[in-house]
C-alpha cells in the first residue's frame, strides 16, 4: 500500500475566530473522516496556527538564522496533516472529501504521494 500524506489548508485568522461551537462542528468532522478511513490513517495532528511556526535558514556564509513565523508567506497557511496508507490516490481523495475544511469556502487540502525509498 501507498503512503500519503493530506495537508489541510486554511485561513489561519478564521480558524483563530472561530467559536466554541463551530470548534465543536470541526472536531465531529474529523471524527466522521477517521472513523471512515479506520487504520489507513497512520498519524494525524492539528498543527499551532502560523504565527506559532519556527523557520531556520541558511544565512549564506555556513550558519543558520532562525525567524518566527512560518517558511511562507501566504493568506493560507497549513492547519493540520493526516498520514495515510491506501490502495491508490482515489481511495485517498474520496476519503479526503470527507474533510470539513474541503467543504469551507475558506480551505482545502492538499495531497501528495510519499516517496517510498525502500
Do not use: C, N
Not at 37 to 60: I, K
Not at 82 to 107: C, I, K, Q, T
Request: proline fraction near 3%; avoid cysteine.
Amino acid at each position: 500500500m501507498a503512503k500519503y500524506l493530506i495537508l489541510i489548508y486554511g485561513d489561519a485568522q478564521r480558524w483563530d475566530a472561530m467559536t466554541a461551537e463551530d470548534r465543536k462542528e470541526l472536531e465531529a468532522g474529523h471524527a466522521s473522516f477517521s472513523k471512515a478511513a479506520g487504520s489507513r490513517v497512520l498519524a494525524g495532528h492539528e498543527l499551532e496556527l502560523a504565527p506559532m511556526a519556527t523557520t531556520l535558514r541558511t544565512d549564506g556564509v555556513g550558519g543558520v538564522t532562525t525567524t518566527d513565523g512560518p517558511f511562507l508567506e501566504a493568506k493560507e497557511a497549513v492547519g493540520g496533516y493526516y498520514l495515510m496508507e491506501a490502495a491508490d490516490l482515489d481511495e485517498v481523495m474520496g476519503l479526503a472529501a470527507l474533510l470539513p475544511e474541503v467543504h469551507a469556502d475558506h480551505s482545502g487540502v492538499e495531497i501528495r504521494p510519499i516517496v517510498d525509498h525502500g
